[in-house]
Every structure is written in C-alpha cells, then in structure tokens.
C-alpha cells in the first residue's frame, strides 16, 4: 500500500476574454484505498474526475520503493513550465493533445531513473501524458552548456570544427534560461506522443519492426554518422539512441522554424558529429520529417512510454567514445551488411525467448560508457 502523499500538478488549458492561461490544480491523494475521502485542493471548481489521476499514478507506481523524493532536484516551479509550455505550443507542439503532469517525485527502477521527463500512455485512458520530473533547470542547462562549449573547443583545437559554426553555437546557447530549457523538454516529449502515433499507424508493434522503420528510412545510416562508435552498441543501446536521436531532431525542427534558423540546443546523441558537419544535423532533420510526416493519425490502442534520458549522461558517453574513437570521421558509415546482420539476429533472440514467456522484458535500456 502507498500511503505517501503523491502530488501532482495537472495543467490544463483554457480560453478566458481570448487570452490563454494555464491553471493549476494540487491533487493530495493520500491512500490509494480511500479515494473518496482523498482531500482536493483547487484553483477552479470545473475541476472533475480525481479517479482518473489516481488510477494514473497506480499505473505507474506499483511499489513505493520505485519512487523517491530527491533532494538533488528540484521541483519544477510554476513560472518555468507556465513559461515553458507556452513557448512550445508556439513553435508547434500541440500540448493541448496531450495531459502535462508535473511530479514532485522521481523514480528509482532502471528504465526510468536517468529520466528528466516522461511521455506515457495507457491503453484503459487513451490520453498521452507527459510527466515532468524534478530537475535544477538552471544549473542543468549551464552544465549543458559548457559541456557543448567545451567539445566545441576540442574540436576547433584539433581543426574539426569551423571557428564561425562555433561562434553560432555560443549564439544559440544564449538563448537558454529556465522557460526556454522547459520548453526544449517538452518539445522534446510531444516528439515521443509523435513517434508513438506513427508506429500505431504503421501498425509497428516490436524491436524488429521499429529496426526496419529506421533502416528504411536512412535514419540508422544519419545516426551512424553522426554519433561516434554507433556501429559497436549492441542492438538495444542502438534502438534507445535511434528513438532518442529521432525525437531531439524533431525538438529541434521545431525551434529552427520558429526562431528563424536557430537550433538553440543541440541534439544531445549527435550534437559532435553535428558541431564537425552541420549538414549532418539538417540532413537528420529532414529525415525525421519524412518518417513522422503522417502522424496525424490518432490511434491510440495499445500502452507506450518514452523518456527523456538524462542529456548532461547522454553528453557524456557521446565525448568518451569520441576521446576513444580518435580516427572516427563525422558523415563516414561505418555500418556493414555483418552489422545489420547482427542487430537482426540479437533482436530474433530476444522476441524467441519473449514470445514462449509474455513477461519477459528487453534488457535495460541505458547506454554504457
């Protein structure tokens, strides 16, 4: 039984004399069991079905020690996603498809505990959900950006890097404070509920499935170019930066539209082999927009979850294996025929032994330095 109290911010939106607002609502749901008696603290009377949020949270915690109350994040403030999700919606994530649930706590399970954010579903509601999970906004992004600074330098050092493409980089990453860093995190998010569509529209439904998507596209080959030592992950690790590499391009298309040509924040698994080739990053985006270009659909059949795995991780992993892969070329593949093959036969060896047991899980989708 749970009997921590579980808050949560509901945002939702609303037109009032045409101007757009969010509102905020605490829901203290004390134990799960008592439901009717849980104590509702609210901004406006309208607000209904308490049932629905719980049953949320019962879907994703089935055990108290999955969660914990951090002290070396922060929860969310208002202002920053208020902020946040206005500048999103602007530049074309349509949040108001989907529910956005600011968590006071975050998770402690392998598949989730690296994650800032996560875009979930289930199949009993049919509504995406992002969750946002608590975070030190301000110095996650200044990390970031002297991450992203400092691999600019190294690269400009060794006459890998255009002096002027770095002086745009600098350019963009002014851009960033907390709103805009939320923003980024929630198109981010949104990029998932897409992908998400599409595959129910494709009616693509395991690993293999979502391998071939990307194989037939070009996407696999873009990556391969783009992030150093791609070809030696194992086939999950190469599925998990796929996904996640697919989705920061469209976060990306996103601010480049709308902010007349910036990319503001880099793709967090390509972003050096897009700092050595710019084209590279562009031809990823258009690429990306090909594959997600039918996401219209609005079937939503079947339970998916996605997250946002942790950049300031991702941008560490990516910089050692650029520092041990000393000769990798940014725009050369390095895929074989044998490499596909591979991917292929370890995904044929985990969907045997998965469809003689239905509980049987991929392995832990986390990438290994």
């Given amino acids: 039984m749970i009997l921590a109290k579980l808050l949560v911010e509901l945002l939702t939106e609303n037109q009032l004399e045409d101007e757009e607002f969010i509102s905020w609502n605490k829901i203290d749901l004390g134990e799960f069991e008592l439901l009717d008696d849980a104590s509702l603290e609210l901004d406006k009377s309208s ?34 996603i208020n902020g946040g999700y206005k500048i999103a ?28 954010a996560i875009m979930y ?24 950006c002297r991450s992203y600074l400092n691999e ?20 963009n990453l002014r851009c960033l404070n907390v709103h805009e860093r939320c923003a980024q995190t929630l198109q981010h998010e949104f990029g998932h509920v897409l992908h998400w569509r599409e ?10 499935d979502i391998l071939t ?8 080959e873009i990556v391969d170019r783009r992030v150093p030592g791609f070809s030696e992950m194992n086939i999950f690790e190469k599925l998990l930066v796929l996904k996640e590499s697919l989705v920061e ?47 219209i659909s609005d079937t939503r059949h079947r339970s998916a979850s996605s997250s946002d795995y942790d950049s300031l991780k991702a941008i560490a992993v990516i910089q050692r294996r650029r520092r041990r892969n000393p000769n990798w070329v940014a725009g050369e593949s ?27 899980e991929g392995p832990v989708k986390t990438i290994h330095s």
């Avoid at 209904?48 to 994703?60: E, F, G, M, Q, T």
């Avoid at 595959?199 to 293999?208: F, K, V, Y």
Wanted: a neutral charge; proline letters at 3%; glycine letters at 4%.
């Fill in 249 to 295: 391009d469209y976060r990306v298309s996103l601010n480049i539209k709308a902010e007349r040509g910036k990319f503001i924040l880099p793709n967090k698994f390509c972003f050096t082999g897009d700092f050595e080739k710019p084209n590279l990053m562009n031809e990823g985006v258009e690429i990306m927009k090909r594959m997600l270009d039918d996401q």
């Fill in 89 to 116: 919606k602007r530049r074309g994530a349509r949040l108001n498809e989907v529910e956005v649930y600011n968590l006071l706590f975050r998770f402690t399970d392998p598949k989730r505990r690296d994650a800032i």
């Fill in 152 to 171: 600019a330098a190294y690269l400009v050092l060794r006459q890998k890097m255009d002096p002027d493409d770095q002086s745009e980089l600098i350019e």
């Fill in 121 to 144: 579903r289930t199949e009993r509601f049919g509504m995406e959900k992002i969750l946002l999970l608590p975070d030190k906004t301000q110095a996650r992004f200044k990390q970031e």
């Fill in 199 to 208: 595959w129910d529209a494709l009616d693509i439904h395991n690993e293999r």
């Fill in 47 to 80: 607000f209904v079905n308490l049932r629905h949020k719980a049953a949320l949270l019962a879907n994703i915690i089935t055990d108290f020690s999955q969660i914990e109350y951090p002290l070396d994040r922060m929860k969310r403030h208002r202002h920053e």
């Fill in 213 to 220: 998507w990307f194989l037939e596209y070009g996407y696999y």
């Fill in 334 to 360: 390095s895929i074989t025929t044998e490499t596909i093959k591979s991917d292929y036969k370890q995904l044929d060896a985990f969907l045997e032994v998965a469809s003689t047991n239905e509980k049987v």
